[in-house]
C-alpha cells in the first residue's frame, strides 16, 4: 500500500505479492489483517492474480493482488464443483499443511529446526487470514452466495510444499455424484491448462515441489466429496504465480520462465 | 490367530498387538483384512484394550486386543461428545497424519528417507483398515447406534507421531455448544486419567512423542466441532498401551513402566 | 561468574553449565571468549567434570565445570592414547558433526528449518572455542605436553547427537599399532564404566541419542588411527553430565536419574 | 561393460554413469568392486569424465567413465595443490558426508526414514571404492607419484549433496603456504570455469543443491591446509556431470541444459 499508488501513477504495471490487495472489502481486510486500507481506490481495481480462474481480467489490469498460498489451491480445487452446484457450500473444510517457508524468513523460536523439525501442528484453527480470501475468491469464481469455509492449516516439519485436503458435501440437486464424475469436471474445467494436473491418484508433494504446477484428485468417498490439491507454496503459492501474471500483463507466453 | 489359542489354553494373558482380535465382527475383519478369521471363537471372547474407555473389562480379561495407533487418539478425543449426543454421529471426519513408523520395519521404497522426507501425502482414502475399528469403537464407547467415520490418513515425513485433526458437526440437540462447553465436558471425561492432558491451546507432536499421553483440544468454530488429538504412535498407539494393559490385567499399577 | 562466587560463599555446591570454569588460564579464557575473566579465584579451583577422567577430583569439589559437547566426545576418544604415547601430539584432527541443538535455543536465521534443514556446513574451522579445551583435557588427562589439535565442527541438518571422527598418525614409537590393539586399549581405558561403549563397529547417533552413553570404535587404516565417537549433546555432553557429576559430588550413585 | 562394447561397435559414443571403466587398472578394479573385469581392451580407451581436469581428451573420446559422486569434489579440490608440490602426496584425508540418495534406490532397512532419518554415521572407512579412484585420478591429473588417500565418507540424515572436509599437510618446500596463497592458487587453477566457485567462505550443501556446481575454499589453519568442497552428488556428481561430458564429446556448448 506504501509503493504501489506511487508505482501505477507512473505507469508501471504490478504485481503486489503482499496481501495489501487481495481483500476486495475494505472491513473484511482491516479485521483480517488488524489495521485500515490506505489504498481503497486502487484495492476496487485490483485484479485477483489467479490466472486459470481469472484470466482475462488479469491481461488487462494495471494492478494484480498475487492470490496466497492456501488460497491459490483451494480456489482452484472448489471452484469448478461450486460453479456446477455440486456442493453444499456450507459444508467445506479444508485441511492443510504446508511447509515452514509459508511462514516466512523471519527468526521467530518455533520455526528454528530444533523446534519445527520432527514436529507437526495446527495453528489459526478456524481464524487465519487466507479463510476470508479462499471465501471471496469461491463466490467470484463460482458466483454462488457466500459459500462458507472452514480452513485449518498445519506447519510441515519440511521447507516447503502444501497439501490441501479438502471436504465437501455433495449438494441436494447432485444426484448422483461419483469419482468418476468428480474427475470429469475437473479434467473439463482445466482442459488446455498448462500448470493444473488433474490426477487418477493423490498428489504428494514431491510431485509438484519447485513447479508452478497445481495436482488435483477428487474423489467421492463415504458420501462426501474429498480433493486432494497440492503445489509448491513458493512458486505457484507465490512468485512462480506471479511470473505467470506478469508474463500475462506483458502480452508475453505465459509460461515463460517457469518451465 | 496362530499363537494366542494355545498360550490362552495354558492360561496365559495375552496382549495382542496384532489387529487379529480388534475387529468384532469377523465378517468386516475378512473385508478389512482380506482373509478370513480363523479364531473367532476368541474373538468374541477378547477386549478391545482402550483403558480409559473399558478399564474395568480389561482388568478381567485374559485377551485384549490393543488397539490401532490411529482409532485410540480418535475414540478417546470422540467418545465423550458421542456419549453425550453433543454431535452429529453422520458427520465425523478424522483426518490424521503420522510418522513413517507408523508403515512398519519393512523395507519399502516409498518409506525410504530419499522418497518419504521432505514429502506428505494423503494414502488409503477412505477405505484404511482402522475406519472400520475407529466406528466399532465410538458405537460400543457411545452406546451410540452405527456412527460413521470419513477417515483420511496421512504420511509424515518424520519418524514418529500422529495428530488428527477431527471434524464433527453438532448434533441439533446440542445446542449453544461451545469452546467453554466441549473442553469442560472433555476435562469431566477424563479427570483423574493420567496419561490423557486435555489442553487449553492445541497439542503439537512433541507433545507427546515418547511419552504414553494422549493430548487432546476441542474448539467450536465456524459452527463445527474441532478436536485435535495427539499421540506417540510406537508408544499410546502400540507397545505403551500394552504394557498399561498388561498392567491391568496383572494387578500392577496401570502406570508402571510408563512414567 | 556473575552467580556461582555467592553460591560457593554460602556452602552450596555448584556444577556450572556455562564455558566460565573450563579453561583453566584465564588469557585462553579470555582469547576464546572476547572478555576478560572476572572470577579468576575460583577458576583455579574448579574441577573439570568429565567423571571418567577426573572422578576422584569430581567427589571432592565444591565447583564443577561442566565439558563442552564437543570435548566430551573427544576427550574420551583420545586421552587413552595419548596416556600410553601411541599418537603424535601434533597430528591431532577431530572433524566433528553436532545437531542443531548445540548452537542453543536463540533465535537466528541460519538455525531456522527452512535454512538449517537439508544442508550440512562446516563453521568455525580450527578457530572454535573449543578447540583450547580439548587441548587443555588432553593435555591433562595424558600427562602430555601441549597436544595440539585442529578441530573442525560441523552442522548436522537434526535436533541432536554429536559423531567426532577423529585421525592422528600413531607414534613412532607405537610399533605395530593396529585395530585390534586400539580396541584393546580403549576397552582396558573404559573397563566397568557404565557410560562409555566401546563398540566393534562404529557407531550411529541412534545408538546414543536420548542417553547418557558415549559410544567409541578405533580401527587403524591406511597408516592411520581414526576413532569415532558418538555422544548425545544434550545429554553427555551437557545435562546429563552434570547430573553425574552432581550425583559424585553429593555422595549418590553416580548413574542415578540417568538410567 | 555388458552393453558398452556393443554400443561403441555401432559408432555410438557412450558416457557410462556405472563405476565399469573408471579404475583403469583391471587389477585394482577386481579388488575394489570384487569381480573380473570383462571389457578390458575398452578399459585403456576410457577417457575418465572430469571435465575441469580433463576436458581434450573428453572432446574426443568414444567412451567416456562418467566419475563417482565422492572423487568428483576432491579431485577438483586437490589436484592444484599436488600439481604445484605443495602438499604432501601421504598426508591426504578425505572426510566426507553424503545425503542418502548417494547409496541408490533400492529399499534397504538402514536408508529407509525410520532409521536414516535424525542419524549420521560413518561407513566403509578406509575401504571405500571411491578411494582408489580418487588417489588414481589424483596422481593423473598431478602428475605425481602414488598419493595416498585416507578417505571417511558419512551419511547424511537428507536426500542429495557432499560437503568434503579434506586435510593435507603443506609439503616441506610449500614455504609459507597461506589462505590467500591457497585460494589464490584455486582461482587460478579454475579460471574461467563455469562450474566451479572458489569462494571466500566455505561452501554449504544449500550452495549446490540442484545445481552442477562445485563450490570450493580453502584456508590454512594450525599448519595444516583445509580445503571445503560441496557438490550435488546427483548432478555434479553423476547425471549433470555426464550431460557435460555428453556436450564436449559432441561438441555442443558445454553448460546445455545444465544452466
Not at 73 to 80: E, K, N, Q, T
Not at 113 to 140: C, D, K, M, W
Not at 238 to 258: H, K, P, R, T, V
Amino acid at each position: 500500500m506504501q509503493h504501489t499508488p506511487a508505482l501505477l501513477d507512473r505507469g508501471v504495471k504490478v504485481v503486489d505479492l503482499s496481501a495489501a490487495y487481495r481483500l476486495r472489502d475494505a472491513k473484511v481486510y482491516q479485521a483480517a489483517y488488524g489495521h485500515a486500507h490506505t489504498d481503497k481506490g486502487n484495492l476496487t481495481a485490483a485484479v485477483y492474480g489467479l490466472p486459470e480462474l481469472f484470466r482475462e481480467q488479469i491481461r488487462g489490469a494495471s494492478l494484480v493482488a498475487n492470490p496466497g498460498c492456501y488460497p491459490t489451491g483451494a480456489a482452484l480445487a472448489l471452484s469448478p464443483f461450486l460453479r456446477a452446484g455440486l456442493i453444499d457450500t456450507q459444508s467445506i473444510i479444508v485441511n492443510a499443511a504446508s511447509g515452514a517457508s509459508g511462514a516466512g524468513r523471519e527468526a521467530k523460536s518455533h520455526l528454528m529446526l530444533v523446534e519445527a523439525g520432527n514436529n507437526f501442528s495446527a495453528y489459526g484453527i478456524g481464524v487465519h487470514r487466507h479463510q476470508p480470501e479462499i471465501e471471496q475468491t469461491l463466490a467470484q469464481a463460482a458466483g454462488r452466495e457466500a459459500p462458507r469455509v472452514l480452513f485449518v492449516p498445519h506447519l510441515l516439519p519440511i521447507e516447503r510444499g502444501i497439501l490441501e485436503t479438502i471436504y465437501a458435501t455433495p449438494a441436494a440437486q447432485a444426484g448422483s455424484l461419483d469419482t468418476a464424475g468428480a474427475q470429469a469436471l475437473l479434467r473439463e474445467a482445466y482442459k488446455g491448462e498448462r500448470f493444473v494436473v488433474v490426477r487418477d491418484d493423490a498428489p504428494t508433494l514431491r510431485d509438484v515441489q519447485r513447479t508452478n504446477a497445481v495436482h488435483i484428485n477428487a474423489r467421492v468417498v463415504g458420501g462426501r466429496l474429498v480433493i486432494i490439491a497440492a503445489i509448491d507454496n513458493l512458486v505457484k503459492g507465490a512468485s512462480g504465480q506471479a511470473i505467470q501474471n506478469a508474463n500475462l500483463m506483458l502480452g508475453l507466453n505465459e509460461a515463460d520462465g517457469l518451465s
